[in-house]
T-cell receptor
Framework: GQSLEQPSEVTAVEGAIVQINCTYQ??????LSWYQQHDGGAPTFLSY??LDGLEETGRFSSFLSRSDSYGYLLLQELQMKDSASYFC?????????????WGLGTSLAVNP | DTEVTQTPKHLVMGMTNKKSLKCEQH?????MYWYKQKAKKPPELMFV???????INESVPSRFSPECPNSSLLNLHLHALQPEDSALYLC????????????FGPGTRLTVL
């Protein structure tokens, strides 16, 4: 089957660094994406890794290791507004490559 | 314009009603999606349109009927829904064939009584 695993909850304090891991098991792989969703809001695209290594966008970085079927999202200098759900997603190419397989999401709580 | 718009924001309907959800994007994207999302769950794909043709139907019940009148518009027609269909309905778009980066609209919060 196809699945993505990520922690259900993470708690951190303002100014800290937090890493949200994602391991995947899929029949094909066209890249790992990360989305942020605040309560009551819509998912917002954060990053995409197609190749191994680290991608940095401001306070957020995303890492991928295809040999380990593993990636993570790193959030630095945490702010209260980073409290949200974070989803990893892998593009599926089994039969049709036009959809994402989503993880169950990680709820991040940033405390003062 | 980097926005996906959806109307209405909220919708309450009875099980015998017929209603439609609307979605619009002006980013020139050629793939558009309907997702259903329940609280504390990831978005669940319902339909994908690619170049205005239905390319994926994730075995969605026929009481949900999608329509893509043109490359900017996506509709979801609702009829004879069940209370368990109450959810947030999200529209998204992406540049075909790049599907990893999807732009989501704010969603329609649907309640079926």
């Amino acid at each position: 089957g196809q699945s993505l695993e990520q922690p259900s909850e993470v708690t951190a304090v303002e100014g800290a660094i937090v890493q949200i891991n994602c391991t995947y098991q899929t029949s094909g792989f066209y890249g790992l994406s990360w989305y942020q969703q605040h309560d009551g809001g819509a998912p917002t695209f954060l990053s995409y890794n197609a190749l191994d290594g680290l991608e940095e966008t401001g306070r957020f970085s995303s890492f991928l290791s295809r040999s380990d079927s593993y990636g993570y999202l790193l959030l630095q200098e945490l702010q209260m507004k980073d409290s949200a759900s974070y989803f990893c997603a892998v593009r599926d190419n089994a039969g049709n490559n036009r959809k994402l397989i989503w993880g169950l999401g990680t709820s991040l709580a940033v405390n003062p | 314009d980097t926005e996906v718009t959806q109307t209405p924001k909220h919708l309450v309907m009875g099980m015998t009603n017929k209603k439609s959800l609307k979605c619009e994007q002006h980013m020139g994207h050629r793939a558009m999606y309907w997702y259903k999302q329940k609280a504390k769950k990831p978005p669940e794909l319902m339909f994908v349109y690619s170049y205005e043709k239905l390319s994926i139907n994730e075995s969605v019940p026929s009481r949900f009927s999608p329509e893509c009148p043109n490359s900017s518009l996506l509709n979801l027609h609702l009829h004879a829904l069940q209370p368990e269909d109450s959810a947030l309905y999200l529209c998204a778009s992406s540049q075909a064939p790049v599907y990893n980066e999807q732009f989501f609209g704010p969603g329609t919060r649907l309640t079926v009584l």
